[in-house]
Structure formats: structure tokens, C-alpha cells
């Protein structure tokens, strides 16, 4: 404000009490393979995409989805279920993952259809020029030679071809690489937020989260993002016949035998099926935690409602060879008791089965086994760090305490309000604030809150009551 000589003047002095920045909840991080040879998508890098159309742009489409585990992801959240953003690393590097192909094609409509796999820069014909006797595209199931001039004969063709079967697990849990300084595959999600100032609360990986080894590095990878914030690691049951889990009964003991135990694992038995395709069911489950989380009606914006008992999109569950696979409700809720999240077709159609994360029933305290609750502690802890980032710092006084903890306390207030936790505070505790660590300039506030639990059982008793009898002897 100027400065007033003769007169009145006026200053502007900054709110007391600042408002929350409230952590965006249900972000997905996907690592996989997609078919970035058909649109020179990018290898090991993070893409943030906000639309179906968005992501098919950067990384390509195919239904192959055993091969392109990614386009299962891009398909699953923003077709089915309609969420966005989504982080997305391909791993598949067609400069690396490929083999030399060499057939003859008879030409039809003077067009020749390699496989999708096909590197268009790669290809080669005798005695025949790219740009000037032929041009190559792709459309949505190949990779499409074109002629200039008419061309009947049989002609052979040589090209390199993309192989999904060369990517190893070792592509997928990636790493950091000291000649590039960058980080690759799981490690990726480390750049998120540094590009894009969002944090992923959901890790997933179709068609590897089933490894055991890479089911470990994503669940230590979602134990310390950043340094300071956390997530859930989405892991798949697999269901092969051989070395997998095929019954119910034997996904307990597959559970042990993986170590899939950790309070942020959330593992999933079996696959779905929605018309032709099938589905990992982490891709499903990360979508619809996504879409429960934003429902207003259910909290908006926040993790607090389980998305157990939530429609999926589902009409079947099957193995990994297709066979399908049928569960009562017993069958569903011994997997649950096991730490385990299935499917049910009960009474509301096909929903999603279980509010336990894996270390359950190892683990018996409710901040770890119950999966919106363990959310709820997560997105609290990165919503304080975000709003009072700012503050880090500033001079240590009595006011600038007092500022946080106001601000806190009101916003716990109002989450209390809206029926998203049932109560909570924050207090900065004298014996957890030595006067040694405030000369140190640290300061510990400590947050108290309480979630809600999921209502997982109602019991109703049946009593015959005769004194209603009396209602036949009234006049």
C-alpha cells in the first residue's frame, strides 16, 4: 500500500489463520507396457494424463492387454470408471525389446498389414523406397504399408518387431541408473511430484504386481515417497495353473509364500471379467477406490469410505486361463478373513469384496488392516505437509505455533463436521518438545484423529413377541 503524508492511510496485514491446501486422494501410478512404437511414446518417463484420449497419444493403444498391460489402465480409469489424473511409465523400449522379422505379403488394395508390433523405421523392402514407393502408418490393429504404385506381386518384407516377452521384471522394479542420473520403472514415481506437484497414493503394475519381487518394491516403494509421503501398493493373486493360486482355499497359503503381508499391500484374487475382456483386478480395485473417493456423497475428495461393497465393472471372475471362477459369500469372506479383497454377486451386482489390507489377521490394529482408515492417516499426513510447507523455516514464535495449530484444529473441526472423521485435534505436547529440540528449531505437533470404521457386520435378533396377541382381543 502507498504511503499517506496527510489523510488516512490504509495497510493490509496477512491472514492469521491460514486454509488448508487439502492432498488430492484415489492418484494412480501405473508402470507397464504400452505400445509406444506405434506413436513414439516416450520409454521411462512419467506421463500424467487427464483423459482417455490424452494418454492413447502419448503411449498408444492396443486390447492386446496381456502384452500392453498399460492400455488395460488407460481403458479401466477413464473409460469405466472415469478417472483422472493417471501417472503412467512405459517400460517397453522398442529400441531395446525387439527381434528381426523377415516375411513376403501379397499386397491387397495395394496395402500391405504388418502386426501392430511392427517398428514403422525399421522397415525395409528391396529395391524400394520409404517416402517415395511406399508410406507407413499404424491404425488401430496394424502397422499398414502403403504403395505409391500399384504392387500385386508377392513381396517380401524385412522389419523389426517390438517383443513384450524380452521384458523382465528387472525393467518393471527399475532403478537409478548413474550414467543418465534417472530414475527408471518403480523408482519413477520418486518424479512425480517433482514434475507435476501431485504425490500417488495407489501403485499398480498389470501383469507384474503377481511377482513377488516386484509386489515387494511396490510396497517399499509406497512406504516412502519422496521421503515424506506414502501410499498402497495394489498387488495381484496369480492365478496361473502352474505356480499360481487356482481355489479359494490355496490364496492363503500363496499369500505366505510370496510374504505378502505389509499393511500397505492391498492383494486381490482373482480376475474379472466384463463382457470379452478380462481384467487384473488391481487395475479395477485402483479405479474404483479412485471413483469412491471423489464421490461427494461419500466424502469427496478424501479416502474415509471404503470402496468394499461398490459396484465394479464386472459380470464374472476368471483365472488366468479363463476359467471362471464362482464365489458364495463364505468363500468371499474366508478370503477376507485372510486378508484378501474379492468379488461377490450377492444382492447389488457385482461389487468389490473386503475392507483388509494383507497384513491382516496378523496384524490386528485397526490403522493397518482397514484400508480407508490407513488412507485416512496417509492423506491427513500429506495434507499438513503441503499446507504448512510454506512455514518451514520462518522465525520459531509463540504466533506462528499458534497459527498451525489453529489452522489445523479448524480443518479437523470441519472434517468432523462433514461426518469424514469423527473427531480429531492437534496439540503441540511439552514432553514431545525438549528445550533442546526447540533451540534446534524442531518442533513436534502431535495429531490426534479418529476415521470411521467400515460397518462390516449387522446382526438383527428375531424375538417372538406374545403380548401382540392382545391386538386379536381389541375391539
Known amino acids: 500500500m502507498a504511503t499517506v ?14 486454509t488448508p491446501n487439502v492432498a488430492a486422494s484415489g492418484i494412480v501410478f501405473a ?14 518417463e512419467v506421463i500424467m494424463a487427464n483423459s482417455y484420449e490424452e494418454a492413447v497419444s ?37 529400441a531395446k525389446h525387439k527381434k528381426q522379422t523377415t516375411e ?87 518424479d512425480v511430484f517433482a514434475k507435476y506437484t501431485e504425490a500417488p497414493d495407489l501403485i499398480i503394475c498389470p501383469n507384474w504386481s503377481k511377482d513377488s519381487e516386484v509386489a515387494a518394491v511396490m510396497s517399499a516403494k509406497a512406504e516412502n515417497i519422496n521421503g515424506m509421503f506414502e501410499a498402497h501398493a495394489i498387488i495381484d493373486v496369480d492365478t496361473a495353473a502352474t505356480g499360481g493360486a487356482t481355489y479359494y482355499s490355496d490364496v492363503p497359503a500363496w499369500k505366505k509364500s510370496k510374504n505378502i503381508m505389509k499393511a500397505n499391500e492391498l492383494l486381490c484374487f482373482p480376475k474379472l471379467k466384463l463382457g470379452d475382456r478380462a481384467f487384473n483386478y488391481s487395475s479395477q480395485l485402483a479405479g474404483l477406490i479412485a471413483q469412491t473417493d471423489n464421490t461427494e456423497a461419500l466424502g469427496g475428495g478424501t479416502p474415509c469410505e471404503s470402496a468394499s461393497n461398490k459396484t465394479l465393472q464386472a459380470d464374472s471372475m476368471v483365472l488366468e486361463d479363463g476359467t471362471e471362477v464362482v464365489l458364495d459369500i463364505q468363500k468371499a469372506n474366508y478370503l477376507n478373513d485372510n486378508g484378501v479383497i474379492t468379488a461377490l454377486n450377492f444382492y447389488n451386482g457385482w461389487v468389490s469384496w473386503g475392507n483388509w489390507s494383507a497384513c491382516y489377521p496378523a496384524n490386528t490394529d485397526p490403522v493397518d488392516y482397514f484400508y480407508c482408515i490407513s488412507r485416512m492417516f496417509k492423506w491427513v499426513a500429506k495434507t499438513v505437509t503441503l499446507s504448512y510447507w510454506n512455514y518451514v523455516d520462518r522465525k520459531l514464535t509463540r504466533r506462528l505455533i499458534d497459527t498451525i495449530l489453529q489452522g489445523v484444529n479448524d480443518w ?6 462433514e461426518e469424514i472423521i469423527l473427531g480429531g485435534r492437534v496439540e503441540m505436547r511439552e514432553d ?13 505437533f502431535h495429531v490426534y484423529i479418529t476415521p470411521p470404521s467400515p460397518m462390516v457386520q449387522m446382526e438383527y435378533t428375531l424375538e417372538y413377541d406374545v403380548s401382540y396377541l392382545q391386538n386379536l382381543l381389541a375391539a
Open 432 to 444: 514431545e518438545n525438549t528445550t533442546t529440540s526447540l533451540m534446534a528449531g524442531k518442533v513436534k
Open 5 to 18: 503524508t496527510h489523510g488516512i492511510g490504509t495497510s493490509k496485514q496477512a491472514t492469521s489463520v491460514s
Open 412 to 417: 479437523l473441526n470441519s472434517l468432523t463436521a
Open 104 to 190: 513376403s505379403y501379397t499386397p491387397e488394395n495395394n496395402q500391405i498389414r504388418l502386426p501392430l508390433e511392427a517398428i514403422a523405421s525399421s522397415i525395409n523392402i528391396a529395391e524400394k523406397t520409404a517416402g517415395e514407393d511406399y508410406e507407413v502408418f499404424y491404425d488401430e490393429t496394424a502397422c499398414v504399408i502403403e504403395f505409391a504404385e500399384d504392387v500385386t506381386t508377392e513381396t517380401s518384407v524385412t522389419f523389426d518387431e517390438v517383443d513384450t516377452t524380452k521384458l523382465a521384471k528387472a525393467d518393471v522394479i527399475g532403478g537409478y541408473e548413474v550414467s543418465t542420473h534417472k530414475n527408471k520403472g518403480l523408482e519413477l514415481i520418486d
Open 31 to 44: 508402470v507397464g507396457a504400452a505400445p509406444v512404437q506405434t506413436v513414439g511414446g516416450k520409454v521411462n
Open 58 to 94: 502419448a503411449l498408444g493403444y492396443s486390447d492386446d492387454w496381456e502384452k500392453y498391460g498399460l492400455c488395460e489402465v488407460v481403458y479401466t480409469m477413464f473409460q469405466l470408471y472415469q478417472q483422472s489424473p493417471v501417472f503412467l511409465v512405459n517400460v517397453l523400449d522398442p
